[in-house]
């Protein structure tokens, strides 16, 4: 399947003097968050709404990113629409609740009221307006936005590349996995003490995994992982799954993490003490059988497909970590004035017509049958109030100290190994956006 689509490097990556060595100042720096603000974000597409939030006339998102808010709405006609989220009358801003549902958009000011198409449908004494009320002039301003993986992106440069031409890449290597059918079952939000950039790189290589995430060699081999390189910064890891991890000793049992897939799929974990090599296999043979018999939704994928994790960054923000089952993703955006602060969304989908039992308990309701927008900040995970799966909240514990090392007088720049190459495949694209002017 992926066997026409062009990739940078794969598996290896020979560092370049350019990126191997990466300043700190790209972290710390007030004058290159302005410089990124001009040449990354508002250049780039970026996903901001999973489909099943504007399925309906009068659903509602918004969607904050760094000093702007953008509102997409699904109108009457059916279209998805993007708009900046402010009034046209004197400036304020129009809706500040994350997501919902509602026949017309009223400005809490002097109510001001426009449609979701964007146009203005009513406002309070018009006949005291002598210049009247032109629709070009009052109109919600539009932004870019189409569909694409079973998102909504939205890009606030007009000229930027169509969608389909900047995923060209990304979308015959991920399309069949319907991320659009997928069930929202969590929607989180947290703020980090770190600039976005640092979370990123966190999410860039598996380097740091055997030590800050030792659960992971339970049900994923990491030391097999390969990465794929593409072009405009994008790029992707495949993490063997079903299996546990070759750096280390090959366990007499199937851990507890194998036992339960292999549950899920009406296997008994106990066949497969002293062949917990077989695992993997077993979970792809059984998937293969479903797909030909109740769940066709499997005949789909490669048997690689079938059992590994596979997370797919699409520059510059939005990462996919997705099985045949479930996807996250997971989304880095700036904080609007501060650099050693940003926000980090994960979406968590599940494919719950699959084989694969629900982890979620059923969502509380924020519109029918959808999950609350939970947010909070990083101390609520340190503290144990919240949680994002031990793995992130594992990343969370360090990302803080990592930008309070950024500021010491004592680092001056990143060194990169060639395990590390998705970041600097990721800084190399960074540098180019930054000097393209």
Known sequence: MDDAIPVVQSREHRLDKSINNVSKQRYISQAWMNREWETVWTKHWQAAAHISDLRES??????????ESILLTCAEDGEIRAFYNVCQHRGLRLVDSHCGHTDTVRCPYHSWRYNMDGALNFAPGEELFQQGLPADKTSLKPVRCEVALGFVWIVLDSDSESLT?????????????QFETMTLTLDQTVSVNCNWK????NFSELYH?????PQHRRFVDCASASNDLYPSGHSRVRVPGGTTDTGFAIPESPTDILSMQLTSLGLS????????????AAIRDAKRALGESSLPYYKQFTDEELSDVIQTNVF???IFSYSTDMCWLLRMRPH???????????LSLEKLDSTVESQHPAPDTEKQDRPIHDSFDYSDVIAGRKTMTDTIDQDLSLLQHAQQGMQSDGFKELWLSEAECRISHFHEQLDRCMDKD
Do not use: F
């Open 58 to 67: 009068g659903d509602y998102v918004v969607y904050d990113i760094g000093r």
């Open 165 to 177: 031409d900047y995923l060209e890449h990304m979308l015959p290597i991920m399309s069949h996995y």
């Open 269 to 280: 974990a106990s066949d497969y003490t002293g062949r917990v090599e077989d695992v993997q």
């Open 316 to 318: 510059p923000n939005t």
């Open 198 to 201: 640092a979370v990123q790189d």
């Open 336 to 346: 609007p004035t501060d650099p050693n602060q940003c926000y980090l969304d994960k």
């Open 209 to 213: 995994v055997p030590y800050l995430h």
